[in-house]
């Protein structure tokens, strides 16, 4: 499906709360889903990365005020035939567990309650989402920051944007334990495209990257961020372990850690590793090449990105070499989505790349015009590709109704 009216908006999703449930919300919140653009899998390790929010957003309604819990309707899950009803209490949630899809909601009351003093009221809500579920667009940040957009304005907590990326990064990495960096949370909060530099004190640098044409494709293939981002992380630690056990020159050894999260990676350069990596198992000594590598051509990207005049093509061929990258070294492709990737470059996309944790999901393109973003899309569900859109850069986490 190409679908080249994105969801219909806040107006399509007040009217189908109606539908379902005899009323219109009161209230109306809602975050974007984000392109995961240069940099992949290095927020975790501290590194810049540069995410996009697009126009697939998730919306979040209250119908009803409660005093004494939270009620909510997914009408994404309800669609889907899944479990699509949750209640919890807005003073002390307790985490279901099992990948319940209350449980982000959960988390993030968990987190404003521990950081703001005040009495919290709960109501019944209704959610619905254009970000599919696990497609590396980031559907769950999405959901967080929008239900936390909606809690800033319904609790009235005066928090900024950045506060509550924090929040919701703190609410999915710490309360839930899923280990993943703050470039989701940041990209839903604050929109635009954004030089994301992760490690705190966080800061942000909103880039203008012009009138682009851009796609996205759902493979249908579904992944898991728990599920991949430890082991990797796991192996970048052997091999920085192994790495530490070296007779190395001071100067490199004060850059390294026994831990990805703890390297001076950004000072550190594989012309200085090289003699030492070949040294390594086969894979935590590609894990960290990459992480070297993809940094490397994201500072050459960024440069292209900073001028006045936006060059596509060398832009582009960045692009498709961080997939390389992130194919040959850090091994989250599969044949499925290289099959797709292939169809839309040889249909008229630029450039084509992973979006997210990988092994399945979405990817991204950067084309020259309409044209070629038609031609792409139409070439990447002919070769296996269950959804497709055409995508401009949006507005981050927003009150949207009333208006």
Not at 59 to 88: C, P
Request: negative net charge; hydrophobic residues 40%; contains cysteine.
């Amino acid at each position: 499906m190409v679908s080249t009216e994105i969801g219909g908006g806040v107006s399509k999703f007040v009217g189908r709360v109606e539908k379902h449930f005899g009323k219109k919300p009161f209230l109306v919140a809602s975050a974007p889903g984000r392109m995961d653009f240069l940099n992949t899998h290095q927020d975790y390790k501290g590194l810049p990365v540069v995410p996009v929010a697009v126009n697939l957003r998730t919306y979040v309604g209250i119908i009803e005020k409660r005093l004494d819990s939270f009620k909510v309707h997914s009408l994404t899950l309800l669609e889907r035939g899944e479990e699509h009803i949750d209640e919890f209490s807005p003073k002390s949630p307790e985490l279901a567990g099992g990948g319940w899809f209350g449980d982000y909601l959960r988390a993030v009351v968990k987190v404003i309650n521990e950081r703001v003093d005040r009495v919290p009221i709960g109501g019944e809500l209704v959610i619905e989402s254009d970000v599919p579920i696990g497609s590396g667009l980031a559907s769950s940040a999405a959901l967080e920051v929008a239900f936390a957009e909606f809690l800033n304005h319904y609790w009235g907590l005066n928090l900024d944007k950045v506060e509550l990326a924090e929040i919701c990064f703190r609410a999915e990495n710490g309360v839930m334990g899923i280990p993943c960096g703050r470039l989701d949370q940041y990209s839903a909060a604050l929109g635009s495209a954004i030089l994301l530099y992760p490690k705190q004190p966080v800061k942000y640098e909103v880039l203008d990257m012009g009138d682009v044409n851009l796609v996205a494709v759902d493979s249908g293939i579904r992944h898991s961020t728990g599920s991949i981002h430890p082991v990797r992380q796991a192996e970048l630690n052997q091999g920085l372990k192994a790495l530490l056990a070296m007779d190395l020159p001071q100067r490199l050894r004060e850059l390294l850690a026994e831990t990805y999260d703890s390297v001076n990676w950004e000072k550190l350069s594989m012309e200085a590793l090289k003699p030492y990596l070949p040294l390594l198992s086969d894979r935590p000594a590609r894990r960290i090449a990459y992480t070297l590598m993809a940094n490397e051509s994201t500072r050459r990207a960024l440069e292209l990105l900073r001028r006045k005049s936006k060059d596509l093509t060398q832009l582009a061929q960045i692009i498709n070499e961080q997939h390389e990258l992130l194919r040959d070294l850090y091994d989250v492709s599969l044949p499925e989505l290289e099959r797709i990737r292939d169809a839309m470059l040889q249909s008229g996309a630029l450039a084509a790349k992973i979006s997210g944790a990988g092994m399945g999901g979405s990817l991204i393109a950067l084309c020259s015009d309409e044209k070629s973003t038609d031609s792409a899309l139409e070439a990447a569900l002919r070769a296996g590709a269950v959804k497709g859109w055409r995508l401009r850069i949006d507005r981050g986490s927003s009150i949207d109704y009333p208006v």
